[in-house]
């Protein structure tokens, strides 16, 4: 069973945008999930979908040092506390992102290969909704 997913993007705008719309609430909020969230190591944060799709996810931030962000991830309901880290390195014209989200295989027997095809899909979506919003914040700008 795989236990870490991994997502690799480079967007065509600055660390500091792309840092901005990973741990500013009301950018997140945007883009994401409405979230209750600091950059800020001990912050017990929520996200919450804006339809009935998923159930809240809760963590605590473990590190927030420009540029990386590491958060514990909890789905509600569930026992099993998994890993999300972005790593955002500066590239010729933009920002390299890295995303891990692992431990997924703390999730017991059929549910921890469910979750991985979920999680992993929903990354990708996250990763399209982030380049999505970036680009209208640019031509807004």
Same mark, same amino acid.
């Given at each position: 069973?795989? /236990?870490? $997913?991994?997502?690799?993007?480079?967007? *065509?705008?600055?660390? /500091?945008?792309?840092?901005?719309? $990973?741990? *500013?609430? /009301?950018?997140?909020?945007?883009?994401?999930?409405?979230?209750?969230?600091?950059?800020?190591?001990?912050?017990?944060?929520?996200?919450?979908?804006?339809? /009935?799709?998923?159930?809240? $996810?809760?963590?605590?931030?473990? =590190?927030?040092?420009?540029? #990386?962000?590491?958060?514990?991830? $909890?789905?509600?309901?569930? =026992?099993?506390?998994? @890993?999300?880290?972005? *790593?955002?390195?500066?590239? =010729? &014209?933009?920002?390299?992102?890295?995303?891990?989200?692992?431990?997924?295989? #703390?999730?017991?027997? =059929?549910?921890?290969?469910?979750?991985?095809?979920?999680? &992993?899909?929903?990354?990708? &979506?996250?990763? &399209?909704?982030? @380049?999505?919003?970036? #680009?209208?914040?640019? *031509?807004?700008?």
């Amino acid at each position: 069973m795989k /236990d870490v $997913i991994n997502k690799e993007h480079v967007f *065509n705008h600055t660390i /500091d945008k792309v840092w901005s719309a $990973i741990t *500013n609430a /009301d950018e997140i909020s945007t883009w994401f999930l409405a979230a209750d969230f600091k950059p800020e190591a001990g912050y017990k944060y929520t996200f919450k979908s804006k339809t /009935d799709h998923c159930e809240p $996810i809760f963590g605590e931030v473990k =590190e927030a040092n420009p540029y #990386k962000l590491v958060y514990t991830w $909890i789905v509600t309901g569930t =026992e099993a506390v998994t @890993t999300v880290t972005w *790593n955002l390195v500066p590239v =010729e &014209n933009g920002t390299k992102l890295y995303l891990e989200h692992s431990g997924i295989s #703390k999730y017991e027997g =059929e549910t921890a290969i469910e979750m991985f095809e979920s999680f &992993n899909g929903g990354w990708t &979506n996250c990763v &399209n909704r982030l @380049t999505d919003y970036l #680009k209208e914040l640019v *031509n807004a700008g």
